[in-house]
């Protein structure tokens, strides 16, 4: 079975920091680009933060300085450590791969489903 399976979600008050995971089944045995996106009640989901196979990273301006993703590439791992979080943050949190290797094939866009965040003010 193949999941992508994210964990570290809760709630903290603003100022605080949480700390995300996100692990991929042992199925998967290669992933391009992983990242982070959060979807708001009555909000589009948008994209928080990606890293590469190869080290690139990419913020959402509302993150920058505050968030920081990191890979290790291979377990197929990403973490997403958010510090002085605000109550805008408040949203769910997915887990992405924008391409993924297994014995299958390879597949593009495949998701976790997702941990709450919930920033009190």
């Known amino acids: 079975q193949v999941q992508l399976v994210e964990s570290g979600g809760g709630l903290v008050q603003a100022g605080g920091s949480l700390r995300l995971s996100c692990a991929a089944s042992?199925?998967?045995?290669?992933?391009?680009?992983m990242g982070w996106y959060r979807q708001a009640p009555g909000k589009q989901r948008e994209l928080v933060a990606t890293a590469t196979s190869g080290g690139t990273t990419n913020y959402a301006d509302s993150v920058k300085g505050r968030f920081t993703i990191s890979r290790a590439n291979a377990k197929n791992t990403v973490d997403l450590q958010m510090n002085s979080l605000k109550p805008e943050d408040t949203a769910i949190y997915y887990c992405?791969?924008?391409?993924?290797?297994?014995?299958?094939?390879?597949?593009?866009?495949?998701w976790g489903q997702g941990t709450q965040v919930t920033v009190s003010s």
């Open positions: 042992r199925s998967i045995f290669s992933i391009n680009t």
């Open positions: 992405h791969a924008d391409r993924i290797w297994t014995i299958a094939g390879p597949k593009d866009g495949y």
